[in-house]
């Protein structure tokens, strides 16, 4: 797509207004870090723009206080305090839900899965925000937590403008095939290889 045009225009019926404008899925995926960085960059944006925007947190203990949880709260405020932007909710799926997954059992976790993804459902069928972030949202599909052909068939059919990507590692074939926009974030280098810890302002 040489300066952002593309190569080919489908025959759909739509003006290119229309067609520019229509909401997007995208699925960012892989092994490499930056999955959640780029969606919270594009979440920047859409708040920019005015749109109200929701965030559902998976995976990541409740008690991890991300830098960007901390900055759209932020942004939130100013929101309502001057009208700038656009309003911001940020919704922690449920404690425990950690890579460790120390507390509680698999039970537990794949209920709290299962209550988090209902929640999202209502959203959409109200049509609650204009975009959305699942974090970390495809490895509940990894550890079978979630029907990734329902999960893709709610997506594609969500009604109104409601944009939303996905972040996580194992983005599963369906949620890819439903998706409008899929990034794959591969390693090339990374400080881990040098034996260099993740550090403050950079991982969180």
């Not at 920019?48 to 939130?76: P, Y």
């Not at 209920?111 to 495809?138: H, M, P, Q, T």
Request: charged share 25%.
């Amino acid at each position: 797509m040489p300066q952002g045009k593309p190569a080919v225009v489908p025959q759909d019926g739509l003006t290119t207004r229309q067609r520019r404008n229509r909401p997007l899925l995208a699925v960012h995926t892989g092994e490499m870090k930056g999955k959640s960085t780029a969606a919270f960059g594009m979440a920047l944006r859409a708040w920019n723009q005015g749109w109200s925007i929701g965030v559902f947190q998976f995976v990541k203990s409740a008690k991890w206080r991300v830098g960007e949880e901390a900055a759209f709260r932020a942004l939130g405020k100013l929101h309502e305090d001057t009208g700038e932007g656009g309003p911001v909710e940020w919704h922690k799926m449920g404690e425990g839900w950690s890579w460790s997954r120390k507390q509680g059992s698999e039970e537990d976790h794949a209920a709290n899965a299962r209550e988090g993804w209902a929640e999202i459902k209502r959203c959409l069928a109200a049509e609650k925000y204009d975009f959305y972030v699942l974090d970390e949202f495809s490895y509940l599909f990894k550890w079978g937590w979630l029907d990734p052909v329902d999960v893709a068939s709610t997506l594609a059919a969500r009604p109104g403008h409601q944009h939303v990507v996905i972040t996580g590692r194992y983005a599963p074939p369906e949620l890819i095939e439903a998706a409008d926009l899929v990034t794959e974030m591969t390693k090339v280098k990374h400080p881990m290889d040098a034996g260099q810890k993740g550090q403050r302002g950079i991982e969180w």
